[in-house]
T-cell receptor, first 111, second 111 residues
Framework: EADIYQTPRYLVIGTGKKITLECSQT?????MYWYQQDPGMELHLIHY???????EKGDLSSESTVSRIRTEHFPLTLESARPSHTSQYLC??????????FGSGTRLTVV | GQQLNQSPQSMFIQEGEDVSMNCTSS?????WLWYKQDPGEGPVLLIA?????ELTSNGRLTAQFGITRKDSFLNISASIPSDVGIYFC???????????FGSGTKLNVKP
């Protein structure tokens, strides 16, 4: 049973549109993460948060932005989508010292 | 970021065979995790290791935390078709908030 939810699962959108990918978790975890992953490839950390009002950029540069106004919610926004943003975006959360719980991901296609 | 070297990159095996894969790093890790990812889904945690030398099993899966704390191994015994997927290792440094992921091992099992 998933305790971390991502919506939408699939999104096809035109170039230049603004989009927000949603991520919510019900476990009360302080730490949340966004990873970008091309199909069958490795995961790249693009954003993370250690708690409310805390956000940091990850190891892979990304044009997306994130916010953390509530513990359970960590949305990712692209102000102007481009074909190069086509990828799978995975959200995860964790407690200190324990492994990540991942959502099912959002498969984004920008046409 | 930290580099985890995961091998092999891919494997093609016959159903019933045993499988081994490993991750190595030049850094010392406090925690090692092993995940499995099915196509179009988020990674799911298989095994977590917290102590050097620890050997932990989960059904047909066995993983070990290397004594040097720089490596970890995952073995799958008597493989079955549903073992197909991508297996990722992840290591955590003294900073308890972030994990670093290997590049994945793609496992294919022929019935």
């Amino acid at each position: 049973e998933a305790d971390i939810y991502q919506t939408p699962r699939y999104l096809v959108i035109g170039t230049g549109k603004k989009i927000t990918l949603e991520c919510s978790q019900t476990m009360g975890h302080d730490k949340m993460y966004w990873y970008q992953q091309d199909p069958g490839m490795e995961l790249h950390l693009i954003h993370y948060s250690y708690g409310v009002n805390s956000t940091e950029k990850g190891d892979l540069s990304s044009e997306s932005t994130v916010s953390r106004i509530r513990t359970e919610h960590f949305p990712l926004t692209l102000e102007s989508a481009r074909p190069s943003h086509t990828s799978q975006y995975l959200c995860a959360s964790s407690e200190r010292g324990y492994g990540y719980t991942f959502g099912s991901g959002t498969r984004l296609t920008v046409v | 970021g930290q580099q985890l070297n995961q091998s092999p990159q891919s494997m093609f095996i016959q159903e019933g065979e045993d499988v081994s894969m490993n991750c190595t790093s030049s850094s010392i890790f406090n925690t090692w995790l092993w995940y499995k990812q099915d196509p179009g889904e988020g990674p799911v945690l298989l095994i977590a290791l917290y102590k050097a030398g620890e050997l932990t099993s989960n059904g047909r899966l066995t993983a070990q935390f290397g004594i040097t704390r720089k490596d970890s191994f995952l073995n799958i015994s008597a493989s079955i078709p549903s073992d197909v997927g991508i297996y990722f290792c992840a290591g955590q440094l003294v900073d308890f908030n972030k994990f670093y992921f290997g590049s994945g091992t793609k496992l294919n099992v022929k019935p």
